[in-house]
């Protein structure tokens, strides 16, 4: 149970941090960043848990676990609530299609759109076309495809990300 | 030698995990289904349940079954994003694009595989699928789920600083 426990505080902490470093840092490389700060945290979780009494001062004894097993487990649940949590947040907030759509809606005079409307204004203004375009630049910035004599060809990394997406998308018989 | 009930509960939820994710193969495999999101989260939370029930079965107290069921709600967390990757991320499909024509594709031909008012007109009406979105004569409105929905994340994406996005 002090695994759970702290691994919901420092995910609380964690959150806290990441907030400062979004407001305050201007760095394009923002998942990197964020990254940055989670792994540098993860020592410092592993540590409080180490140093802190097995029962934290308040947890009865039938609540104590094994100290292997609730740092593991500690760990596993901060990782998860980062990974899944506040890393995905982010990337939702940052880059989500549909939650782009929804909030051009919200902010429209007439809350409501028109399919036009909704194309031209995508983005606060920019288009759809932007949303394609920032979609292939980061593509490229990742690594994932290059630029070779003018056309857009996918790196090595790419070429194994293309058929882990296509391997998946047959097996769960996605449409095309 | 015998696992203490912490250990017994995060193994049994990592089986269950696992059994969610062969089921989500199988079934979306071999099955045709309408609901894609729901059947998912029917199925981890099936996983909950079975993780629940073998917990008690094992003679694990309700404190270390609880975070059984709270590790599989994480496996949730993690694997839903990797899913819509795979599902329905534009950037995966420009790469399978681009994968599937020998020799790359200009920025042009990659941008002309996407018509900006067929990608709009779909998520549209995936967005009202989901009740997200209601039909307004030719316009679209947000509903009530919409709208809470988008206000939640103009206020992350202010909290946060993050700009226009999308």
């Known amino acids: 149970m002090k695994g759970l426990l702290l691994a919901a505080a420092g995910s609380l902490v964690l959150a806290a941090a990441i907030t400062v470093l979004l407001r305050r840092a201007r760095t394009e490389r923002r998942v990197d960043a964020l990254l940055r700060v989670f792994v540098v945290s993860l020592p410092v979780f592993v540590a409080v848990y180490l140093f802190t009494p097995a029962d934290l001062g308040m947890l009865p004894a039938s609540l104590v676990d094994g100290r292997l097993a609730g740092a593991l487990y500690g760990v596993a649940i901060y990782a998860a609530l980062f990974l899944g949590g506040w890393l995905q947040l982010y990337n939702l907030a940052e880059r989500g299609f549909s939650l782009r759509i929804l909030i051009d809606i919200d902010e429209h005079p007439a809350r409501a759109m028109t399919p036009t409307e909704v194309l031209r204004g995508y983005g606060a203004g920019r288009g759809i076309d932007w949303m394609v375009a920032k979609r292939v630049d980061g593509l490229v910035s990742e690594g994932f495809v290059q630029l070779h004599a003018g056309r857009l060809v996918p790196t090595s990394r790419g070429q194994r990300a293309a058929s882990l997406f296509a391997t998946a998308r047959a097996a769960l018989r996605l449409p095309a | ?166």
């Open chain 2, 1 to 166: 030698m015998s696992l203490e009930p912490l250990a017994v509960a995060s193994l049994m939820a990592l089986a269950w995990t696992a059994a969610a994710i062969a089921a989500h193969f199988a079934l979306f495999g071999l099955g045709r289904v309408e609901r894609r999101s729901r059947a998912l989260v029917l199925l981890f939370v099936a996983a909950a349940l079975g993780e629940a029930v073998t917990c008690v079965a094992l003679g694990v107290d309700g404190a270390r079954t609880l975070c059984g069921m709270v590790l599989i709600a994480c496996a949730f967390i993690l694997y839903m994003p990797l899913y819509y990757t795979v599902a329905a991320s534009f950037s995966a499909r420009m790469l399978l694009d681009l994968a599937g024509a020998p020799g790359g594709l200009s920025r042009e031909a990659l941008a002309g595989r996407y018509p900006a008012a067929a990608i709009v007109a779909g998520r549209l009406e995936t967005l009202c699928r989901a009740g997200y979105l209601k039909h307004a004569d030719s316009a679209v409105a947000l509903t009530a789920k919409g709208v809470v929905t988008a206000r939640a994340f103009a206020l992350v994406k202010r909290a946060w600083r993050l700009g226009a996005g999308g």
